[in-house]
């Protein structure tokens, strides 16, 4: 079995123009067909363009002061207005998005926690907000924007302040 394995060794190695005349034909066609499909997907690709994100989120206001007008500890704002203006990454405003604020026990004329959807301005303005905090630390309220397809953002925060 061994020698038989001897043999075929042999015999390749005896046969000097075995196979490689062929080589650089198939060499040639494996290129032109990479290049080709690789000119074909770059096609496809040039009419995709990238994907919209909700690129910043602004805020009307620095902070939020709340007051403890009885002393209780409890501070306190009623009727606050705040505007939010929702841009995506190439500083064009989002046209609705929906738009929420959360933290400090805010709620809006009704009771509820305030939300909205930005108009062709890529604004959302909120009015008669009640707001309240307890012990007079500072603290913060989230403003979340999200959008089908651009994502959410909720990396703006409005400092409330107790003083």
Avoid at 37 to 61: C, E, K, Q, R
Avoid at 107 to 121: A, L, M
């Amino acid at each position: 079995m061994i020698a038989t394995n001897n043999k075929r060794y042999k015999r390749i190695k005896r046969d000097d123009g075995a196979g490689i005349e062929g080589l650089p034909l198939q060499l040639m066609v494996l290129v032109l067909i990479a290049g080709v499909g690789t000119a074909v997907m770059m096609g496809w690709m040039s009419g995709l363009s990238a994907p919209s994100s909700i690129g910043s989120i602004h805020v009307d206001t620095d902070q939020i002061v709340l007051q403890d007008a009885d002393h209780d500890g409890t501070y306190t704002a009623d009727g606050v207005k705040i505007t939010v203006t929702v841009l995506d990454q190439n500083g064009d405003a989002v046209d609705g998005a929906t738009v929420v604020l959360n933290g400090c026990q805010i709620t809006d004329g009704n009771g509820r926690g305030p939300h909205g959807v930005t108009d062709e301005n890529g604004e959302v303005r909120f009015s008669n907000l009640d707001i309240a905090s307890f012990g007079g630390s500072v603290a913060f309220v989230k403003v979340t924007a999200a959008k089908s397809g651009m994502g959410t953002d909720s990396s703006t925060s409005i400092p409330v302040v107790c003083g």
